[in-house]
C-alpha cells in the first residue's frame, strides 16, 4: 500500500470515527471519500467539456475535437481527458481507480465486465439523480465500488455519440446520461 493510500485510509477511519455512532461504519467512509472524489472528477470533466470542448469546437468552430487527436491535430475529447487522468493516477497509487464505462460504448473496452458493474450502470440509467454503492471481489481483494451517471452536459456530447461509427445508441439528448464513472476504493489492508 501506497503513502497516499494509507493517509486516505487513516482519514476515512478517523472520519468514521467522528461520526455520530448511528452513522459510525467504514462503509460510510468509503461513500464519503468516493462521492468526494467523484466531485472533483466530474467538476473537472463538466468544465473541460463546455468550456473547452463544446465552446471551441461546436460553438466556435475553431478547432475539431476527434479520438484521433493526435493525427487530426484536435482536441482530446472528454472521455479520452478522464481516462487519460485514470492511468495517470493509477501510476501513482493504488489508493483508488476510476473509469468511465456505459451500457452504450463506442469503445468496447468502456463496457461493464463485472455483474456489479452491469447491476450498477443500469441503476444509474434507470434513476437519475442517484448513485449506487455496491462492494465486490478482484483479483482477492474486496472493494467498495461506487458509481456515479456520466451526463451529457453539452451538445459536443451528444453529437459526437450520435454520430459515431461505432456507437450502439445514437440518440441521445441533452441531460441524458450515456454512462457512469465507477470508483473504486480497496477495503482489504
Known sequence: MTKLAKKIKAAMLCGAMAMPAATASAEMAYQDVSDLLHLVMSSDRTVYTRMIVNRLAVKEKVITASEHFEDDKA??????????????????TDAFSYSLLSLWPINKQNAPSTDLEKEGLQ???????????GEEELGGVTYFTAFYADVAVAEACTSCHNKHKDSPKTDFEGGDVM???????????
Not at 123 to 133: L, Q, R, S
Not at 179 to 189: A, E, F, K, L, S
Open 179 to 189: 454512462g457512469g464513472v465507477v470508483i473504486r476504493i480497496p477495503m482489504d489492508g
Open 75 to 92: 482536441l482530446v475529447l472528454p472521455a479520452q481527458m478522464f481516462r487519460f487522468g485514470a492511468e495517470m493516477v493509477a501510476e501513482e
Open 123 to 133: 441503476y444509474i440509467a434507470d434513476n437519475p439523480g442517484e448513485n449506487f454503492y
